[in-house]
DNA sequence: ACTGCAACCATTCGAGAATTGGTTGCGCCA
DNA sequence: TGGCGCAACCAATTCTCGAATGGTTGCAGT
């Protein structure tokens, strides 16, 4: 991270217009963003020129005062944390950090599932186990797999999660996973998933919720295995 | 849930149209998004008359095969959920959803921190406590507290539970909040958060994975408690 | 009274202009 | 000749307006 010193460092003299310029945010009435007119609009306003202002402007955002960027302004106070752009999260991710993440949320949809699901919603689960078993391809299991957890997240009945778990999803599908499976193929009969699977519907239709949660903790944490390669 | 009947059933005549359109939905060859031609388009391609097509897709959109958005366009396939629209989310929960989320997530970034969390993250980790508890006001302990669960998600080094916690702050901030607290009191000295921040701080330093989770969901748990009221 | 049709409505997208913070190069003054 | 300020220019963002598109309504014809 060099710091590239395009413009001028700040100088002694220009202490002046640092004070003047505080004493207009002080003064003046911000809108609820926080947003201050323009460089070139303060600039006259405060009669003096773009780049004088502009050196005040620099130091009072090294101190961490305001922040500016190209195109959208100029706002007093900390930069807001900029939110989910799943592309750039992509790539700066790899499938064992996904990983993670769904430990870190699944189980406790489990939970919840245990707790607030509908009998409808717990047939439906069953439904979409049976149709992973009776899955004739790699990618018709993961299909009915991807809706046997979105499922889940449903019947947690808690928009939140379910929302978080569709962010994650949406990053998922966009890193690059590891090796493909051979599309011909179907899952063997004895793939753990299903018995992983299985426990979990179980746990949920007995509200066990505690039962749940381990049983998803479980199953994501033998798929992460496979997925390091511990037990390929 | 009424099903407002703007437009009128489909009639048992109307079946030659469907078949022309399924079988020109098999034959064309559609783009990757699965978007069709506009509805003026396709009508005068299959040489029917609008309306006559619209009934037509309105049955196909009702099993599911399709779905429209004005301004949009008819795509084939089921529609994609449509992720994180905060104001929307916020509007749909309360904060009872968004304690349960963060226990879902906090207790794993808690995990992962205690794995890979820096000497100097340790370090600003137990700063911000300190902080937390020389705070003048709740408004002030609030935002050091903020800090802290931030850190410690930072610690974890998984950018995307990073995001996750990120959004569900967006949303945290969004929901309306309870009861406020007086702003001109400061955080009792003997406040629960305190001794539960300093176990969490304490495994995460101590390399200590599952005491670290352990202590925020207890911590989180606590919190929830007397956000329902059960010891206020 | 029912049906079909064309005009109209609300939403979304896209291209291009306008805005805004960041940078560069020319010229003025010492 | 060197340092400094100023205006023009650059790139990122937002604004604006028109076209496109699914949804709705009112009118005419039978």
Redesign the interface.
Known sequence: MLDRQVEAPPSLAMSGVLTQLSGYLAAAALPEDGRLPPERELAELLGVKRTELRRSLAVLEREGQLWRQVGKGTFVGPRP?Q??DIAD?AE??NPL??M??R???E???AR?AAINATAMEIATLAELNAACRAAATWREYEAYDARFHHQIAEAAH????L??L???N??RRAVTWGRPRPSHLRPPADHHSFADHERIVDAIAHREAAAAADGMRRHLQNVEDRLIGRQP
Chains 1, 2 share one sequence.
Request: cysteine-free.
């Open positions: 944390p939110l989910l999260l700066r991710s950090q996904v993670r993440a430990i870190g949320l189980p406790e949809l919840l808690n928009p939140i999660l929302a978080l569709e962010t994650l949406a990053v």
